[in-house]
């Protein structure tokens, strides 16, 4: 894409990749799920913060899940600003226009494939403003499938599996040596790591290459209990996650009982079955109603309720809150005059 096609480039972090004269502050960031996009794009703004410290430019990530499907980006930025912390779009626009805010847009992939690519061309048009500024991230897959390309951006990158001398060090600085010497020596794990790193097809990719899965092994590893499969790591981390051993351990992780927590004592908690249950039905939903895997409580509508009686039941509140608005606001008519 752009200039480095013909002349590529090496850089050693995501701020150079970012300010090298090829790209000029415009760049597309694609990885396979759990290759650390969203890290990467972290990682970014707070290498911006600090650069900028001291002026009045600052980046901000927006998450593009949420774009309508219609709107131009510029007006849709400043509508998000406005949700978000009230800020006036007139504000949030000369920020933008006058390139204090460096817009990082995450989740291009979140969108359906009809609604991406008309994501796509917007984006398009929004970085062929002058000195326009942007990054997006985006899975490597879905962006090759959609049919419009960020040819405006003038730069890209793509975050590769991990080495075998990475996998290495950061399970020596972590303390994990004991992994390390499985991922070596025990056949099942082995298997795991065996498949060419540059491998493009889905079925030769080792998995415990990108860092997500692999700091889900790092969470469950026994010895006692070898992983095969991607289906197998889920399922004892799944186990793990929501056991009351790994709860605990995650209240405690987060200091004070019942701080920051929607149930103060742990057991007032959903059992492990009552929340898979509820996320697989919440899963299905978002999916029977084309929605993002970003789920906004007040995106919930009366067509989700399953059953009559809820369905009643719903009307029923509603209709009650209607009379009693349409009471109070006749009252106070009648008791002013």
Avoid at 5 to 34: D, K, M, T
Avoid at 201 to 212: D, N, S, Y
Wanted: glycine content about 8%; overall charge negative.
């Amino acid at each position: 894409m752009g200039k480095e096609e013909s002349e590529p480039f090496e850089v050693s972090n995501l701020l150079a990749a970012f300010a090298h004269p090829y790209v000029e502050r415009q760049l597309l960031i694609l990885g396979e799920p759990g290759a650390g996009k969203t890290t990467a794009l972290l990682t970014l703004a707070e290498a911006l913060l600090a650069q900028t410290a001291g002026t009045e430019q600052f980046p901000y990530i927006f998450e593009l899940s949420a774009w309508d499907g219609e709107q131009d980006i510029l007006p849709w930025l400043t509508a998000q600003l406005k949700f978000d912390y009230g800020i006036d779009e007139r504000v949030s626009h000369g920020w933008i226009t006058g390139h204090q805010l460096i817009p990082l847009l995450d989740g291009l992939d979140e969108l359906n494939m009809s609604v991406l690519s008309k994501c796509v061309e917007k984006i398009n048009a929004f970085a062929s403003l002058p000195d326009q500024q942007v990054v997006v991230c985006c899975r490597t897959e879905e962006y090759a499938e959609g049919r419009s390309k960020l040819k405006a951006l003038k730069g890209a990158l793509r975050l590769k599996p991990l080495s075998d001398g990475q996998i290495e060090q950061y399970l020596r600085e972590i303390g994990r040596r004991d992994i390390w010497r499985a991922l070596k020596t025990q056949p099942e794990l082995v298997a795991l790591l065996s498949q060419s790193e540059d491998s493009e097809e889905e079925g030769q990719k080792a998995f415990l290459r990108v860092p997500l899965f692999l700091q889900m092994l790092v969470a469950v590893y026994e010895r006692d209990r070898p992983i095969t499969d991607k289906k197998a790591l889920f399922e004892v981390y799944i186990e793990r996650q929501l056991g009351e051993d790994g709860r605990l351990q995650a209240r405690q992780g987060r200091g004070e009982e019942g701080e920051g927590w929607a149930y103060k004592r742990q057991e007032n908690e959903p059992s492990a079955a009552e929340t898979k249950r509820y996320l697989s039905w919440l899963a299905r939903k978002l999916q029977e109603n084309d929605s993002t895997n970003n789920f906004l409580i007040e995106q919930m509508q009366p067509s989700w309720l399953e059953t009559t009686a809820h369905k009643w039941q719903y009307r029923l509140i509603v209709g009650l809150i209607s009379g009693l608005i349409v009471s109070l606001t006749v009252g106070l008519i009648y008791g002013l005059k």
